[in-house]
């Protein structure tokens, strides 16, 4: 199960995706547009995370220990996506990171002595984790070759459990699930080298305690952009919260490298 809430974590990968385009924001993200009105893109990408942390998925279980790279929870995915949407109008600028990972961790526990061929005792644990962060903000410098922008806004979360253990006809099933909102504030700044090479940072902390504890996060990358519309980006990026609420425990940290591309309407 822990490997799985890693998978949730590390594969803030999903369906293949953090990366770049033509303003950015969350993820990796491509080339920066100065003029006037409205400028929108869309960003699928890839963070190939590993995770290290302390975690308690239910309610008065133990606490474990965590550390897992990416290769070790690859095999207990199901389905991860991630995508990245950056909008500005003016000097107004909008961004929403989301995440989904579907992972399952089954163990085989063995067969009860007793006489006969007896059927193995499983046990799985199907976790879906689902994280939002949402911000708002305003470009107060833009350049001709740097942007920087201030937002805030709030990091969703929302993780669910379900262990189900089987033995021959007997099954049983529990379910849990848990989440929380924390506010969250940051920047995020623009540089562009060369026509088609850009270099993007991004950083926001928060929770305060209102949710979590703390959490924040570090995002940079190099962009390449091939056309006005689709630019590819390759970074890293760093993602980390401390929460700990009625017998729930996620202390984790993930950390790893992002690959995306950008397409911006």
């Known amino acids: 199960m822990i490997r799985r809430m890693i998978i949730a ?33 869309v960003t699928p990408y890839l963070w190939a995370a ?7 998925p239910f309610r008065r279980a133990p606490t ?12 207990d995915l199901n389905f991860g996506g991630f995508l990245d949407v950056w909008g500005r109008y003016d000097r107004f600028v909008l961004s929403g990171d989301l995440m989904y990972v579907d992972t399952t961790d089954s163990h085989a526990i063995g067969a009860l002595p007793v006489v006969g061929a007896t059927p ?12 939002a962060t949402i911000k708002g903000g305003y470009r107060v410098y833009e350049g001709q070759d740097v942007t920087f922008d201030v937002l805030a806004g709030v990091r969703i979360w929302h993780i669910s459990n379900d ?12 379910g849990e699930d848990f989440g929380w909102v924390d506010p969250v504030i940051g920047f995020r700044t623009f540089f562009t080298i ?7 940072a991004q950083a926001d902390f928060g929770g305060f ?23 590819v980006s390759a970074g890293y990026k760093i993602l980390d919260v401390d929460y700990e609420s009625d017998g729930h425990v996620f202390d984790t940290t993930l950390k790893g490298p992002v690959l995306g591309m950008t397409y911006r309407f």
């Open 209 to 231: 305690g209102a949710g979590s504890d703390s959490t924040w996060q570090a995002l940079a990358t190099v962009n390449y952009l091939f056309t006005n519309r689709l630019s």
């Open 120 to 131: 193995g005792l499983t046990a799985d644990v199907d976790t879906v984790e689902f994280q």
């Open 64 to 75: 474990l220990s965590v550390e897992k790279s990416f290769s070790d929870i690859m095999e």
């Open 50 to 56: 590993g995770i290290d942390g302390d975690i308690s």
């Open 163 to 174: 262990l189900t253990v089987n033995y021959g006809a007997f099954r049983r099933s529990y």
């Open 9 to 41: 974590g590390v594969l803030v990968s999903g369906a293949a995706a953090d990366v770049c385009a033509q303003d950015a924001s969350e993820p990796p993200v491509p080339v920066e547009s100065n003029t006037p009105g409205w400028a929108l893109q």
């Open 194 to 200: 060369t026509p088609k090479l850009s270099i993007q």
